[in-house]
DNA sequence: GCCAACGTTGGC
DNA sequence: GCCAACGTTGGC
């Protein structure tokens, strides 16, 4: 089993959202280092749901992937904000898995203290300058983050 | 293939 | 709202 982290914007789909439809097509991914993750997911897999561009960015609960990865339609409807009319439909270009929502954490453990770990070796969310939306977490890191819980 | 211009992300 | 960092686009 992989672990990961999956960011969203809490105005837009934040963790009570989860909670409130069990199961989400993470769609809108449009990035190909992103997405190659997304591919290499597998049902069972584990994902923390981060909370970015807002006041206080961090994790905020736990997810599970429900789905192998599976073409995300909104490539080819030209009314989804996340169209791309350069997608071949024999070949689609963006793919995504349905995320299934397991525990909101008692508090949002922040990027500040995530920063603060000393110990969690090279990790994307933390490299200067990221903007990956979906990365992997090592065993270590996870039990780390989840440790200041 | 280079690289300047542009758009987006996301912390602050 | 600002802006640094980064990815993408497109002219050459």
């Not at 999956?6 to 409130?20: G, H, N, V, Y």
């Not at 992937?65 to 791309?84: E, L, M, N, V, W």
Request: glycine share 6%.
């Amino acid at each position: 089993m992989q672990r990961w982290l999956m960011k969203t914007e809490p105005d837009t789909f934040s963790i009570d959202d989860l909670r409130t439809r069990k199961v989400e097509p993470w769609n809108g991914v449009r990035n190909y280092q992103a997405r190659n993750f997304i591919r290499s997911m597998r049902r069972g897999d584990e994902v923390m749901i981060y909370h970015s561009s807002c006041a206080v960015p961090g994790v905020a609960g736990l997810g599970k992937i429900t789905s192998a990865p599976y073409p995300d339609p909104g490539q080819f409807d030209p009314k989804d904000p996340y169209f791309d009319a350069g997608s071949d439909r024999g070949n689609p270009r963006w793919t995504l898995v349905d995320v299934r929502f397991v525990r909101k954490l008692k508090r949002v453990i922040t990027l500040d203290e995530i920063k603060a770990l000393r110990n969690l070796g090279d990790f994307a969310l933390t490299r200067r300058g990221n903007r990956l939306s979906v990365l992997p977490v090592s065993d270590a890191q996870w039990q780390a983050i989840l440790a200041l819980e």
